[in-house]
């Protein structure tokens, strides 16, 4: 397997790592309030719409960047078919990678 690269115009990884955390916390915001107390309608449309254009978004990114070998498939699948579940995955896996790219010796 060839040395994964670092960027492909304007995808990197870095780019795409911190963007995945920014959708988890959206997500979370989404999740308090759709769960909390109250009537909390407008809050929630407006995060469950920025989740799932930034699911869709990130998806595309990460398919693209797999192509490119930016990053693995692996993480390309976590965050385009478990991301709509939940995107803590993708930021899971994105820890995952830079671990690894760390230390490549624990393969």
């Not at 308090?32 to 998806?59: D, N, Q, R, Y």
């Amino acid at each position: 397997m060839s040395e994964p690269r670092s960027s492909g115009g304007p995808l990197s990884f870095t780019r795409l790592k911190w963007t995945s955390f920014t959708h988890s916390c959206i997500y979370v915001g989404l999740l308090i309030c759709a769960f909390a107390g109250g009537k909390p309608e407008p809050l929630t449309f407006a995060l469950g719409l920025t989740h799932g254009v930034l699911w869709i978004l990130m998806s595309l990114a990460c398919i693209a960047a797999a192509r490119l070998q930016i990053v693995s498939l692996k993480l390309a699948v976590a965050v385009a078919v478990l991301g709509g579940i939940g995107p803590f995955f993708g930021s899971y896996q994105f820890i995952r990678e830079e671990r690894l790219r760390e230390h490549p010796a624990g393969r």
